[in-house]
């Protein structure tokens, strides 16, 4: 099993900044994606961000050049810096780890969430 536990959101003024954490543990494979997802209410959880094993990132477009998301494969731990946040950023975000495990039996595909932290933009 894997675990996501994170870290870093809070109430912030229009043009603030915050920084979200992650930390995956457990069982992880080696070829994984990992990103972050927000739900406002009364709308669909949504993409924000994500990043795969090898560095690749994507960005939903309202976030980009605003938003950074980095990892540290070494300690398992995915980033979301969130610059000029903007009170339309109001969600809870939610952490998210993609991973295939094969064996010799053949290959399965895992999708993990983190509990989610609430991130709060005030005009």
């Known amino acids: 099993q894997v675990q996501l536990v994170e870290s870093g959101g809070g109430l912030v003024q229009a043009g603030g900044s915050l920084r979200l954490s992650c930390a995956a543990s457990?069982?992880?494979?080696?070829?994984?994606?990992m990103g972050w997802y927000r739900q406002a209410p009364g709308k669909q959880r949504e993409l924000v961000a994500g990043?795969?094993?090898?560095?690749?990132?994507n960005y939903e477009d309202s976030v980009k050049g605003r938003f950074t998301i980095s990892r540290d494969s070494a300690k398992n731990t995915v980033y979301l810096q969130m610059n000029s946040l903007k009170p339309e950023d109001t969600a809870v975000y939610y952490c998210?780890?993609?991973?295939?495990?094969?064996?010799?039996?053949?290959?399965?595909?895992?999708?993990?969430w983190g509990q989610g932290t609430q991130v709060t933009v005030s005009s």
């Open positions: 998210n780890l993609k991973q295939r495990r094969c064996s010799v039996y053949g290959c399965t595909n895992n999708d993990y």
């Open positions: 990043i795969t094993g090898g560095g690749s990132t």
């Open positions: 457990g069982s992880i494979s080696s070829i994984n994606t």
